[in-house]
T-cell receptor
Framework: AQSVTQLGSHVSVSEGALVLLRCNYS??????LFWYVQYPNQGLQLLLK??????LVKGINGFEAEFKKSETSFHLTKPSAHMSDAAEYFC????????????????FGQGTILTVHP | DARVTQTPRHKVTEMGQEVTMRCQPI?????VFWYRQTMMQGLELLAY????????DSGMPKDRFSAEMPDATLATLKIQPSEPRDSAVYFC????????????FGAGTRLSVL
């Protein structure tokens, strides 16, 4: 079964600083990987996804993530943090069976709360 | 702009009462998911459907929770009887196998059971 680990439940950065949110996964088959963002009192919104094409994936709001198979990682980065980036971020992996068939079910990490200081 | 619609957005009820939450998935999406989010447990998958058929409801307390899809445009999650520990935000999401199974989330129903 697939699993996701997000390292650090809270990350704090200064405005303009690099944002790095860490995600490691375990999967016996090539996964689909996702980053979602949740703003207060809202549902989750897709930031970006990896579906076995380019390993560097660009998403909305200047975020990007790199799939590294050797490290089983899919870390989320943004070169310069903005106050509006303050939110909770979730990494997720798409469950697939041994034959690679997906049933649409996602396994989510525990989330990382990003705080941006002026 | 297509979106998942959940009603009600907020619900306050007393212990023992029945609660029904509704979800309208995005038109054309054939997979619907129900999640519960709490501070302690994070985001938990309760149940999901494909083409209106339940695929997995192992995350749901069977004695009090039930999930159904009466038609392709409506999914319901019922709690009967409700308990204070059911207080949480309940999210519905919909998706399709095309495009890597992206799930689109509704804004959630915030349930408080007193």
């Amino acid at each position: 079964a697939q699993s996701v680990t997000q390292l650090g439940s809270h990350v704090s950065v200064s405005e303009g600083a690099l944002v790095l949110l860490r995600c490691n996964y375990s999967s016996s088959v090539p996964p689909y990987l996702f980053w979602y963002v949740q703003y207060p009192n809202q549902g989750l919104q897709l930031l970006l996804k990896y579906t076995s094409a380019a390993t560097l994936v660009k998403g909305i709001n200047g975020f990007e993530a790199e799939f590294k198979k050797s490290e089983t990682s899919f870390h989320l980065t943004k070169p310069s943090a903005h106050m509006s980036d303050a939110a909770e971020y979730f990494c997720a992996v798409n469950e697939r069976d041994a034959g690679g068939t997906s049933y649409g079910k996602l396994t989510f990490g525990q989330g990382t709360i990003l705080t941006v200081h002026p | 702009d297509a979106r998942v619609t959940q009603t009600p957005r907020h619900k306050v009820t007393e212990m023992g009462q029945e609660v029904t939450m509704r979800c309208q998935p995005i038109l054309g999406h054939n997979t619907v998911f129900w999640y519960r989010q709490t501070m302690m447990q994070g985001l938990e998958l309760l149940a999901y459907f494909r083409n209106r058929a339940p695929l997995d409801d192992s995350g749901m307390p069977k004695d009090r929770f039930s999930a159904e899809m009466p038609d392709a445009t409506l999914a319901t999650l019922k709690i009967q009887p409700s308990e204070p520990r059911d207080s949480a935000v309940y999210f519905c999401a919909s998706g399709t196998a095309l495009g890597g199974n992206i799930q689109y989330f509704g804004a959630g129903t915030r349930l408080s059971v007193l």
